[in-house]
Structures are given as C-alpha cells and as structure tokens.
C-alpha cells in the first residue's frame, strides 16, 4: 500500500521532524510513506474572508496537484468523523482489501482547507475538536498510520 501525506508548509521544528522519522522508518516494512510538503502561501495576519478562500484556493491547488485521479483521499478537517484507532485500520484495510493501492491524507496550513480539496476527499476525518498546530498534526497522524497497519496486522504496538 501507499500512503501519502499531502500537507502545507515545511517542518521546522526539530522534534517534530525526528518524530516523524522514527514512525517512517518504523512502517517502511509495510507501506511506502511519502510526505509531500507544499509552500503555504504569505498572506496578511488579520485576512478578511475573501483574502482567506484566496489562500485555501491556492494552496488546495498545490495540494491537488500531488494526488493522482485514483488516489482515495482523507482530509484531516474538524468537521470530519471521529474515527478511533480501530476505525482507521478499518478503513485502511478495507481500502487496501478492495483495490485501492493509494490513500492520501490531506493536512492544510493555519486557515485549513480549499473547498476543492475538501470535495476531492471521499472521507474526512477530525482528530477531534481541539486545535492542534498543522505541524504537530503530521507526527499525530504518522503515529496512527502506524497504529492501525499494527492493528491490522495483529501486532502488539496497539496496547
């Protein structure tokens, strides 16, 4: 299986990129993990609404245009379902079951997602209604990709 990581902005944090590392190498065994990281784009600090769907129209194009027409994507939005650890290996192993061989999880920059990429998603997923940085996101989500190739595999990780 292939999963990528679709996200906005560069990691900097050095903690975080480490941490990301160790469940990288940690699911090399099982699926091919590629982390694709897209500028976010410069914008003003108080944004009116419109300049705000400026920049989500922007950067969900750059997002598109790392996921193929085949891919089933996730994106990671607040309004999305809560899935627990279980849930996602569910769904990852029923996507893998039924064919399909790349799954995109779409994380976006500070003022979320474009309505473009949110309509290519056949799923969206909410770690839950806190917010969490866009960055710290990434290691969250990489660890549960992680957890739930363990679950479905039967593996002891999960406890």
């Known amino acids: 299986m292939n999963i990528q990581i679709v996200c906005v902005g560069k990691l900097k944090e050095k903690y975080l990129v480490q941490g990301i590392a160790e469940y990288s190498k940690r699911?090399?065994?099982?699926?091919?993990?590629?982390?694709?990281?897209?500028?976010?784009?410069?914008a003003?600090?108080?944004?009116s609404d419109a300049e705000m769907r400026?920049?989500?129209e922007k950067e969900g194009d750059k997002i598109l245009s790392h996921i193929?027409?085949?891919?089933?994507?996730?994106?990671?939005?607040?309004?999305?379902q809560?899935?627990?650890?279980?849930?996602l290996a569910a769904?990852?192993?029923?996507?893998?079951?039924?064919?399909?061989?790349?799954?995109?999880y779409v994380i976006g920059g500070s003022n979320g997602l474009s309505e473009a990429v949110l309509s290519?998603?056949?799923?969206?997923?909410?770690?839950?209604r806190m917010t969490l940085p866009h960055q710290l996101m990434r290691l969250v989500l990489v660890?549960?990709?992680?957890?739930a190739v363990k679950i479905n595999r039967g593996e002891p990780y999960h406890k």
Request: without cysteine; charged residues 25%.
């Open 91 to 104: 769904h990852m192993d029923k996507l893998s079951t039924y064919g399909t061989s790349t799954i995109a």
């Open 27 to 42: 699911l090399a065994p099982y699926v091919k993990l590629t982390v694709h990281e897209v500028p976010d784009e410069k």
């Open 143 to 147: 660890e549960q990709i992680y957890r």
């Open 44 to 47: 003003p600090e108080n944004m």
């Open 120 to 128: 290519r998603a056949q799923s969206k997923l909410s770690f839950g």
């Open 82 to 87: 809560l899935w627990s650890s279980e849930d």
């Open 68 to 80: 193929k027409p085949d891919t089933h994507v996730v994106a990671l939005a607040i309004g999305g």
């Open 54 to 56: 400026q920049v989500q």
